[in-house]
């Protein structure tokens, strides 16, 4: 059976900190996704990263950047420069080829970023 | 467009009432999926449809819950009778696979549900 494990619960920064969000999971499939959700205190859930088990290139998006390490199964996230808008619960998730889309996620990290 | 839209995003209702929470999925989406959300269990899939037909059920935690998609613009998530333990967040997701067959689910606002 699949596993998301995001083994920090809380992290507290100060803005302009890097930060780094760690991921690992667990999955039977060889052809499996991976993926980044953000809830920001309002509640909802924002989609952030998609990313196919063949796909091992890390990903670069403004502060944001991604590391895919299938050899230890984790895909790890982090924040450049933070800021306090970046304080939110963090979810990461997985998604089986088997699965057709649905969804197993992590507990969750939630980051608080200060002034 | 306007996203997934679920309604209501508030409810307070008393145990041993019924409960209706609906779903308007992105258009074109194929598939729609309920999670439920709570501190203790975290996010978990409840039942997700393919085309409006149910494929998996497994995550429904009673026969109290039921889940219907009469077409593809509408899904509804019905909690009868409800109980205390059942307050939870009830999001709504919908994503389109096509080819890919795992695309980014989409999420709706959540019903914030309180079962007093």
């Known amino acids: 059976a699949q596993k998301v494990t995001q083994a920090q619960t809380e992290i507290s920064v100060v803005e302009k900190e890097d930060v780094t969000l760690d991921c690992v999971y667990e999955?039977?499939?060889?052809?499996?996704?991976l993926f980044w959700y953000k809830q920001p205190p309002s509640g909802e859930l924002v989609f952030l990263i998609r990313?196919?088990?063949?796909?091992?290139q890390n990903e670069i998006s403004g502060r944001y950047s991604w590391n895919f390490q299938k050899s230890t199964s984790s895909f790890n996230f982090t924040i450049t420069a933070s800021q306090v808008v970046d304080s939110a619960v963090y979810f990461c998730?997985?998604?089986?080829?088997?699965?057709?889309?649905?969804?197993?996620f992590g507990k969750g990290t939630m980051l608080l970023v200060s002034p | 467009d306007a996203g997934v839209i679920q309604s209501p995003r508030h409810e307070v209702t008393e145990m041993g009432q019924e409960v209706t929470l609906r779903c308007k999925p992105i258009?074109?989406?194929?598939?729609l999926f309920w999670y439920r959300q709570t501190m203790m269990r975290g996010l978990e899939l409840l039942i997700y449809?393919?085309?409006?037909?149910?494929?998996?059920d497994s995550g429904m935690p009673e026969d109290r819950f039921s889940a219907k998609m009469p077409n593809a613009s509408f899904s509804t998530l019905k909690i009868q009778p409800s109980e205390p333990r059942d307050s939870a967040v009830y999001f709504c997701?919908?994503?389109?696979?096509?080819?890919?067959?795992?695309?980014?689910?989409?999420f709706g606002q959540g019903t914030r549900l309180t079962v007093v």
């Open positions: 997701a919908s994503s389109h696979t096509g080819q890919a067959r795992s695309t980014e689910a989409f």
């Open positions: 999955t039977r499939d060889t052809t499996y996704y």
């Open positions: 990313r196919n088990s063949f796909d091992e």
């Open positions: 998730a997985l998604s089986e080829i088997s699965g057709y889309s649905t969804l197993t």
């Open positions: 258009s074109g989406h194929d598939y």
């Open positions: 449809f393919n085309n409006n037909v149910p494929i998996d």
